[in-house]
């Protein structure tokens, strides 16, 4: 049902001046359900660590989502792809296997659409993320990502294998199924090219499972060729000696067979991998939230810390857009943690901004 229009009682309101540090009450969004909250996140651009920098840098904040994450984006459109085409069954049971972000996406979007949520997480699944998982309804069973696919305690085959055993239950395969990339090429790409008015010179996202970078790098390559997709990992992560960056330098795409990453990432059309190490992305964190006053996750700043590094050899007419796929809510106990950085090696980090 539309909303009910403003009667004229309430037309003092539009009279009244309103606070510029306010958005115009004009743009604040009145939505159907919560699933139509979904897209459409704000850039903001950088001000402060950017001092000095010929190019400017805007972050893509997708942890506004109403599931907090970009997961919500492709959990949407994977099940309404899946429900349109018949593949998933009206109540079915949908299981995932992940860190539990898109977990929470499917919960979402299962309470409005009826499919109860089963996620297969491994031990490092956040208390904070397992209490909101559970607060929606959802199942979590136990796997691990470090096992081959042959083992039974592997994660993808615990989810494979429940799918296979109950027909009322149906595997989402988020890091192969195309409806992952196709979430972001429908959506993430369009709103960033509107939103940097197509000025937009280089992207940059965590590699993860491929498909925002893959999504949003295809359609916005679509729109201007020379736009720079660049993916982002740790040093420390598996893509240092996995043949990635081989892969993307390489005009010939890579066979199944041969491939050592998600097959959603489209080596095809990113640019360049750029690895950066964990100590200095946790600094930066800190330094985010100190200076710009955003609380990012850990890949967040990641792409950032990569964005700085570029930029600083970039043009006035260069925009940077970095992709923030969530908030610093589930590092908490973590990497942004005085405590925890003490104990792990990183009291450098800790002394810095906890005196």
Known sequence: MAPTPTTSSDDHLSAREFPEHFPD?????TADSVLALVGSTPVVRLTEVTEGLPAQIFVKLDQTNPGGSSKDRIALHIVRE?????ELAPAARIIDNGAGNTAIGFALVGAHTGHPVTLVASSELSPAKERLLRLYGAEILRGRPDLPFSDPQNWEA???????????????????????PDAHYLSTGPEIWKQTAGRVTHFLAATATGGTVSGTGRYLKERNPRIRVITTDFVEGPNTSNGLAAAIASDSPVPED???WPANIDTELID???LRPRHDVIELGWRLAREEGLALGLTSALSILVALDLAREATPEDTFVVFSADSARDYLDHEYNAEWLQAHGLADIADEYND
Request: aromatic share 6%; hydrophobic share 35%; proline share 10%.
């Open 258 to 260: 041969e491939r050592a």
């Open 272 to 274: 360049r991998l750029e």
């Open 25 to 29: 009450p004009s743009l604040a969004p």
């Open 82 to 86: 899946a429900e349109r085409s018949g």
């Open 158 to 180: 615990i989810a494979a294998r429940h799918a296979d055993e109950d027909p009322a239950t149906w595997w989402s395969h988020q890091s192969a199924t195309p409806t992952n």
